[in-house]
């Protein structure tokens, strides 16, 4: 056995050592100490054990910071991609794509807000609809309107009835062989009915004279391309067709009106009108002479190209010639009429001038 000495020896080198922990309890009678039980417990397995509860509740903390930190990024990602979601949404609704709608976000406020914005751009879509349905109508009036008026130049003087129709006719022969996108034919289309809208701002006296028109005449005939367009000016889909109403009888080498342009400096729509109308104005019944032949109005036609005409628009006329002649056997019985005297230039030269 381990004598009391050595056994005390011993813990007092472990209190020393931090190794053991003394309990001691005394025995009191009255006020003194008559003993006392002192029990030693050794804290080496207590230090390790708390060592590895101190390393666990630690990682444990370090574990329960990275999750909210992760879950901190998880969500403000989630949240920013959503708040961008929600921007472009708006932009591009804005932007006038009333078809773009957000994909579904479950039953969150992002979610409930997703169905809010999309209600909201199925509503604005359908009220657009209807709005854009009620300006076309408007405008649809309004085009009818300038049509009719169109047609009132025509029904003021009986030898013109018609004009406006095949003018349409022609020009959209020659600017398909062109090569003409449909974009442009449909302003060719418009123009060729509303080219001479702005005649009925020209008096009755100058429209149906029967003769040459003396030069103060010529001057208030060839106002009316401006009036046309002082008429037309305003109406969004006629952005177009302003050009070619404006521009129709400028000539190639420069001498025609308003402007004087001259070349390319033309509209390629006015350019196909020119030919257009002087064609029509050959071949059709005047005040002041029977309507002409096509042959003759070809033989115009090439002589002035290059100076009165687009050398190339003059190529695709004659290059259209059996389908513009079929329009005319078909419109009247122009191939019956005499040929004219080789000396009649009173047919297009003076409808290009005043007529």
């Given at each position: 056995?381990?004598?009391?000495?050595?056994?005390?020896?011993?813990?007092?080198?472990?209190?020393?050592?931090?190794?053991?922990?003394?309990?001691?309890?005394?025995?009191?009678?009255?006020?003194?100490?008559?003993?006392?039980?002192?029990?030693?417990?050794?804290?080496?397995?207590?230090?390790?054990?708390?060592?590895?509860?101190?390393?666990?509740?630690?990682?444990?903390?370090?574990?329960?910071?990275?999750?909210?930190?992760?879950?901190?990024?998880?969500?403000?990602?989630?949240?920013?991609?959503?708040?961008?979601?929600?921007?472009?949404?708006?932009?591009?609704?804005?932007?006038?794509?009333?078809?773009?709608?957000?994909?579904?976000?479950?039953?969150?406020?992002?979610?409930?807000?997703?169905?809010?914005?999309?209600?909201?751009?199925?509503?604005?879509?359908?009220?657009?609809?209807s709005f854009k349905l009620a300006i076309l109508e408007l405008q649809d009036a309004y085009l009818r309107t300038i049509e009719a008026l169109a047609a009132s130049v025509e029904a003021r003087d009986p030898y013109t009835h018609g004009h406006t129709q095949r003018v349409e006719e022609y020009a959209v022969i020659m600017a398909r062989a062109l090569g003409c996108?449909?974009?442009?034919?449909?302003?060719?289309?418009?123009?060729?009915?509303?080219?001479?809208?702005?005649?009925?701002?020209?008096?009755?006296?100058?429209?149906r004279k029967q003769g040459r028109l003396d030069p103060d005449e010529e001057l208030r005939m060839q106002r009316h391309p401006a009036i046309g367009i002082d008429i037309l000016h305003g109406i969004e889909l006629l952005e177009p067709v302003l050009p070619l109403v404006r521009h129709h009888h400028e000539r190639w080498d420069g001498n025609g009106y308003p402007?004087?342009?001259?070349?390319?400096?033309?509209?390629?729509?006015?350019?196909?009108?020119?030919?257009?109308?002087?064609?029509?104005?050959?071949?059709?019944?005047?005040?002041?002479?029977?309507?002409?032949?096509?042959?003759?109005?070809?033989?115009?036609?090439?002589?002035?190209?290059?100076?009165?005409?687009?050398?190339?628009?003059?190529?695709?006329?004659?290059?259209?010639?059996?389908?513009?002649?079929?329009?005319?056997?078909?419109?009247?019985?122009?191939?019956?009429?005499?040929?004219?005297?080789?000396?009649?230039?009173?047919?297009?030269?003076?409808?290009?001038?005043?007529?």
């Amino acid at each position: 056995m381990t004598a009391p000495g050595a056994l005390h020896a011993r813990y007092m080198g472990a209190l020393r050592n931090r190794l053991a922990l003394q309990i001691v309890l005394p025995f009191t009678a009255l006020t003194l100490v008559v003993g006392g039980t002192a029990a030693m417990i050794a804290t080496a397995g207590l230090t390790a054990d708390l060592n590895l509860l101190r390393g666990v509740l630690g990682c444990l903390a370090l574990a329960g910071a990275l999750a909210s930190l992760a879950l901190g990024i998880w969500l403000a990602r989630t949240i920013a991609r959503r708040l961008s979601e929600f921007t472009n949404a708006t932009r591009l609704v804005s932007a006038g794509d009333l078809d773009h709608q957000l994909p579904p976000a479950g039953r969150d406020e992002f979610g409930e807000l997703a169905k809010s914005f999309n209600a909201m751009t199925r509503s604005l879509k359908d009220k657009n609809a209807s709005f854009k349905l009620a300006i076309l109508e408007l405008q649809d009036a309004y085009l009818r309107t300038i049509e009719a008026l169109a047609a009132s130049v025509e029904a003021r003087d009986p030898y013109t009835h018609g004009h406006t129709q095949r003018v349409e006719e022609y020009a959209v022969i020659m600017a398909r062989a062109l090569g003409c996108g449909e974009d442009e034919i449909s302003a060719i289309r418009r123009a060729s009915v509303l080219h001479d809208i702005g005649k009925i701002g020209v008096e009755d006296l100058i429209l149906r004279k029967q003769g040459r028109l003396d030069p103060d005449e010529e001057l208030r005939m060839q106002r009316h391309p401006a009036i046309g367009i002082d008429i037309l000016h305003g109406i969004e889909l006629l952005e177009p067709v302003l050009p070619l109403v404006r521009h129709h009888h400028e000539r190639w080498d420069g001498n025609g009106y308003p402007d004087q342009l001259r070349a390319d400096e033309i509209p390629l729509g006015a350019r196909i009108l020119a030919v257009a109308d002087a064609l029509d104005a050959m071949t059709s019944d005047r005040p002041y002479r029977a309507a002409q032949t096509f042959e003759y109005a070809k033989g115009e036609i090439l002589k002035a190209s290059g100076s009165h005409f687009d050398p190339e628009v003059v190529t695709v006329f004659i290059q259209s010639q059996r389908a513009i002649e079929d329009l005319l056997r078909a419109s009247a019985s122009n191939d019956l009429n005499n040929h004219p005297r080789p000396d009649d230039l009173s047919g297009w030269r003076l409808h290009v001038v005043g007529r």
